[in-house]
């Protein structure tokens, strides 16, 4: 069974920087797509980022160049390095299964999710 865990959300000030994480057992990241989402309060699910089976990374072009999506295949751990971070940041992070396409379509498996909140 395919199952994600995030983890290493937290309450930081704007400009500080946080990693998180996404555990996932039940498969090897070599063989698996993974992405990371964010919901805001009040406001629709945000794609933010994608890494292929062979490590490429697609990223959303409004987070400029802020976050940083990379794995460790030993650990099959993938995270999220977040930096600069602003209030507006602020949001539930998930990590799935599969692109934004295939999340789109209802595929995928996803963990529950880490809370992110960022205030001075």
């Known amino acids: 069974e395919v199952q994600l865990v995030e983890s290493g959300g937290g309450l930081v000030q704007p400009g500080d920087s946080l990693k998180l994480s996404c555990a996932v057992s039940?498969?090897?990241?070599?063989?698996?797509?993974i992405s990371w989402l964010r919901q805001a309060p009040g406001k629709g699910l945000e794609w933010l980022s994608t890494?292929?089976?062979?490590?490429?990374?697609s990223n959303r072009d409004s987070i400029g160049g802020r976050f940083e999506t990379f794995r460790d295949t030993a650990m099959n751990t993938v995270y999220l390095r977040m930096n600069q971070l602003r209030p507006e940041d602020t949001a539930v992070y998930h990590c799935?299964?599969?692109?934004?396409?295939?999340?789109?379509?209802?595929?995928?498996?996803w963990g529950q999710g880490t809370q992110v909140t960022v205030s001075s």
């Open positions: 799935a299964t599969g692109t934004a396409a295939t999340i789109s379509l209802g595929e995928g498996r």
């Open positions: 039940g498969v090897t990241l070599r063989s698996s797509t």
């Open positions: 890494i292929y089976n062979d490590g490429t990374v």
